[in-house]
């Protein structure tokens, strides 16, 4: 029966190496004896042979790598044996790694999950004292730590790049991370170092207490976050149990202490409120309309868009369009629907028999609401206080418009004519009304199927363009 010597540091990649030659060789695992750190071998154990130069190189899964390199890090001292008998079996069937009910993937699955929540618990309670001159060149620390598993090598990489310009160690019972001038390097464990208190110690406890909120107390989620095995070696937890007891006095004290009316002084903020800025004139044409809209200041849109983007179309025309905002390009062009969007409802609005030329075309919003990236100006949604303050302008382009019907494409134009912007996508094709009674068909914005995965693509554009058929049997209806 060959053993498997397998070393305390660097084991992950020895497993897959021994394990590699091992299966190549046709070894199964009931004939494997693995053997971790220093373990005498087996008097009985025979050395496994080389496998031949023609050997097929062996295939698994990435998944199973990625499996593996973690749980090589567990505990459990038959790790090793449950790897290969896996291996073992994915060489006839490879899709056995995703198998969810099989009993061997589930419980390296769940030894996977353990070591890195023990990864994990490390990242969040280790705590470094400092051990050197902080006047050096570099500061040294040093902490101990005891993980449930051998969760420091994988982890160490981690603390290198995070404290890459200091020095500091990192003991634990099973090995020790050393990472000086650069350099990392894992030696073996120690007993527990007898380190100094350090000063920033009690600044951090304080810190601690003073963040600690006793209304929100959950003393089993506390404790599954930060279990009682690690507070020992963390110096804000001998805070915890005064905390926890005074937490119902304390909390009582904030509710008393709560305000249950306005202070005196937000009388008087109230007094010098600024008004909201007045109503502009109401023009009696549309073009009117567009040159009174250049002055717009009634949100914080105008401050940072081109211009103002007007609608467009006919004075007298029955069917009007209301999209969301201007984009980019409309922006610039000072026109709505020029850009990619705009595009694309033309094309799909013509093979539905709707002539753009005939309609009014506008937007909720008047400005381009944007984040600005490098020299690229990124959409964004405009908020429910923009929509209602740009509501306005809608309202009086309907009112010497007075269309006989609305299409209001996406979620910003349903919630400015219908008062809602919810489940735009299941109110779709639906005929509803604004207050004073005008129809409004919804359907979804342009953009929506620009950003649709190309296999969904046709079938959403059909529907919209089922939308759009039905406006116009909707307007043919009407009489218009």
Known sequence: MPTIPLPRHGTARAWRDAARRLAAVGIPPEDILWQHGDHA?????????????DAAPL???????????????????????????????????PGLIADGGDPEVTTLR???KAVRRDMHKMKAFV??????????????????????????????????????????IIATPHCTARFEDGTLRITDGQPRPN?????????????FRSIFNPARLKIRAMTSEMPKKYWKNLPEAAAIPDLVAGAPARAREMQAAAPT?????????????????????????????SHALDACTRCPLHASATRAVPGEGPADAPLMIVGEQPGDREDLDGRPFTGPAGRLFDRIAGAAGLDRSTAYVTNAVKHFKFQARGKRRIHQRPDAGEVQACRWWLEHERALLRPKLIVAMGATAAAALTGTGRDITARRGTLEQTADGTPVLLTVHPSYLLRCPE??????????????????????????
């Open 41 to 53: 071998p087996d008097l009985f154990a025979d050395a496994p042979a080389a496998p031949p130069p």
């Open 59 to 93: 295939t698994v899964p990435r998944a199973f790598v990625t499996l593996a390199d973690t749980v090589c890090w567990h505990a459990d001292p038959q790790r090793f044996a449950r790897l290969y008998t896996l291996l073992w079996r994915l060489r006839a069937t």
């Open 110 to 112: 769940r030894m996977e």
């Open 127 to 168: 705590r470094f004292r400092e051990i050197g001159d902080p006047d050096g060149p570099r500061r040294r620390f040093a902490a101990w730590f005891e993980p449930t598993h051998h969760a420091t090598e994988p982890v160490a990489p981690f603390f290198a790049r995070r404290f890459g310009d200091m020095d500091w």
């Open 195 to 207: 380190l100094s208190d350090d000063a920033t110690e009690a600044l951090w406890t304080t810190y």
């Open 261 to 289: 009316a306005p202070p005196a002084r937000a009388a008087r903020l109230q007094t010098t409120r600024q008004p909201d800025p007045p109503a502009p004139d109401r023009p009696d044409t549309l073009a009117g309309l």
């Open 455 to 480: 296999d969904q693509r046709p079938t959403e554009e059909a529907r919209f363009r089922a939308d759009l058929e039905t406006a116009r049997a909707q307007l043919a209806h009407l009489g218009a």
